[in-house]
């Protein structure tokens, strides 16, 4: 089922501005979208075009009104960057059934990259003459209180055993289970302050806001810029403690890890599988290196290859997702076993999140560290791949230190 109203404006044009420098805290109140990574990105507001669908085929469907949309537009864009001219943000569900998936057009278009800034708006040309607005900084939320989500965690870590179980007895190598957390604030919380904290904490993250899901993901499903096709693997965490001597010993230890290691090779193997579909000159390293973080540690493989089909960003995305990293492996088999043990609808968590511009490229991050915002609530959501070696104590306690990124960003006090 969609909902696809081409109502489009009748130009698009993008006009160059001076560096803004921080491009989150030039967002709005309301309908706040973003995609940014080390300052450099996109935000959006305002909303010229919205299309919904579910159901398994979304990512087609989406990619036809998409292309349709454009059809109708009249654009002017002389800098021509990966993100110039009209772009859509959106946002897929992890579960194709009911499968939501959301894309927004936005009326005004904030970019910086590559040392060059520009605005691109939707509409009358009269409406051309929009500014970069003026820096805002809006305050907390006032006291935090948590809650359980969906399942308790002494359910959770049953779930776990019982997945664990399953692997061992040879039905399936490795399954993704995650858990949801409540939050809920003093006041309605602001998704430009969980945004703008976020990225000052993990700026080598994709911070994004689309539809209300905010978060900031370490990795990156897909990139299509032109012919070249980048994918961040992560798979396999451990804690830091704050000490470099003792955080370097457990990345010695991750790295040696037979659990983690096996977590991350089935991982790393089903994207390769995927894009190589797609692409050729493909590149897989043979080892992994690990990505340090504020709060984690992760085993991370960069996978890059040439578009060989032409296949969209939107395509990509559909042949990548879900990933071993989010899913399991055989991917069917997890999927059953996921909507059998968790206990709870992900959402848009661990499905894809980014932007898709002309042409086909775009960026595609995989919903992790993130939270379902509305009003004084938000829910957040952490996973972990579950393999034979698992222990439920110990994946409950990764879970634990993941949820950290967003809870951090809600209780800061600045």
């Not at 607005?133 to 055993?161: C, H, K, L, N, Q």
């Not at 990345?251 to 089935?266: P, R, T, Y």
């Not at 193997?269 to 043979?286: I, K």
């Amino acid at each position: 089922m969609s909902t696809a109203p081409v109502v489009a404006p009748t130009s698009a044009r993008t006009l160059p501005v001076d560096d803004p420098v921080e491009l989150i805290p030039r967002l709005p109140a309301d309908g706040a979208l973003a995609w940014v990574r080390q300052g450099e990105g996109l935000v959006g507001w305002g909303e010229a075009a919205r299309f919904e669908t579910s159901g398994p085929d979304r990512f087609a469907e989406a990619e036809q009104w998409w292309t349709a949309y454009q059809r109708s537009l009249v654009v002017d864009d002389p800098i021509g960057l990966p993100g110039t001219g009209p772009v859509a943000f959106a946002t897929f569900a992890f579960d194709p059934r009911p499968g939501l998936a959301t894309l927004v057009v936005p009326s005004v278009v904030l970019g910086r990259r590559a040392g060059r800034a520009w605005l691109t708006v939707l509409g009358d040309p009269g409406h051309s003459t929009v500014g970069v607005p003026a820096p805002t900084r809006p305050g907390g939320f006032g006291r935090i209180r948590y809650s359980e989500g969906s399942r308790t965690a002494p359910d959770w870590e049953s779930s776990v055993g019982a997945a664990v179980q399953r692997i061992v007895r040879g039905e399936l190598d490795k399954v993704v289970l995650a858990r949801d957390l409540v939050a809920t604030a003093d006041e309605p919380i602001d998704p430009r302050v969980l945004m703008r904290r976020l990225a000052q904490r993990y700026p080598d993250c994709w911070t994004f806001c689309v539809d209300q899901l905010v978060g900031a993901t370490p990795e990156l499903l897909v990139r299509r810029v032109g012919g070249s096709v980048t994918s961040r693997v992560l798979a396999g965490t451990v804690s830091r403690l704050g000490d470099d001597a003792a955080d370097g010993r457990l990345a010695s230890a991750l790295l040696g890890s037979d659990k983690d290691l096996e977590e991350h090779v089935l991982a790393v193997r089903s994207v390769a599988a995927a894009l190589a579909d797609h692409c050729t000159d493909l590149e897989v390293p043979t080892e992994p290196r690990v990505l340090t973080l504020a709060n984690v540690q992760h085993l991370v493989t960069d996978v890059t290859g040439r578009l060989a089909d032409g296949a969209s960003a939107l395509a990509l995305a559909d042949a990548l997702h879900p990933t071993a990293a989010v899913c399991g492996t055989p991917t069917d088999v997890a999927l059953r076993l996921i909507r059998e043990l968790e206990g709870m609808d992900r959402g848009g968590y661990a499905g894809p999140v980014g932007w898709v511009g002309r042409d086909g490229d775009g960026e595609f991050g995989i919903a992790l560290r993130c939270a379902e915002v509305s009003g004084q609530r938000a829910r957040l959501f952490a996973g972990c791949g579950i393999v034979a070696g698992s222990n439920p104590e110990a994946e409950l306690a990764e879970a634990q230190a993941k949820l950290v990124a967003v809870r951090d960003a809600l209780e800061a006090d600045d």
